[in-house]
């Protein structure tokens, strides 16, 4: 016992660092609260693009197809949401980035939620849908809880979570970020305003 507390003297500050550790490893939300730290910094975010020129000079995509189901079993077509500024945001319960961003990804639904030029599709990809349902109400987030309906087109999603997509008034995808980013920063609002105020 004499030998563990003059350890512990000695290598204190190790030892606490490694508890840290694998609290971190071991714990979602811990490991989450982290990268949360990591994404404040904006030093992860991506910003909105120009529009891509096509081979036929049109950078409007068409999700026809595109299938949503909300909590209530509603099914609708992405398509319907033409003329507004879309962000969908793919994630998953079990996933630490997506637990880590979501906060911001609430920040920013809570920022536009009133805006009716502005619709969220936060489309949750847990192969049980109560464990994502579930995790909303303990976190208490209120964004859409969507589930896909059929496929996912390949242009919006390719298999990496989080995913977080962008389209403007027009159709186009203006930000297609894969990964951990902080949506609650003023300078991505000041990006998504001024989508909303192109004209179409």
Not at 109 to 120: Q, R
Not at 133 to 150: D, R
Not at 161 to 171: A, Q
Request: aromatic fraction near 12%.
């Amino acid at each position: 016992m004499e030998n563990l507390k003059i350890w512990l003297k000695k290598n204190g500050f190790t030892a606490i660092l490694t508890v840290l550790f694998i609290v971190i490893l071991i714990n979602k939300d811990a490991k989450a609260w982290l990268m949360r730290q990591v994404a404040s910094t904006g030093f992860l975010n991506s910003s909105i693009s120009e529009p891509k020129e096509t081979q036929n000079n049109s950078t409007k995509i068409s999700y026809a197809g595109f299938m949503l189901r909300n909590e209530d079993g509603k099914i609708t077509d992405t398509s319907a949401f033409q003329n507004k500024v879309v962000f969908i945001n793919f994630w998953a319960s079990w996933c630490p980035p997506c637990r880590a961003e979501f906060p911001s990804v609430q920040k920013m639904y809570d920022h536009y939620k009133n805006n009716p030029d502005v619709v969220f599709l936060t489309v949750n990809l847990d192969d049980n849908t109560a464990l994502g349902k579930s995790y909303l109400k303990e976190k208490g987030f209120t964004v859409p809880f969507l589930t896909p309906a059929g496929n996912i087109p390949d242009v919006l999603y390719s298999g990496s979570l989080p995913t977080t997509v962008v389209l403007d008034r027009k159709g186009e995808i203006r930000l297609h970020h894969k990964g951990l980013a902080d949506y609650s920063k003023d300078s991505f609002y000041k990006q998504i305003d001024e989508l909303l105020q192109q004209k179409l």
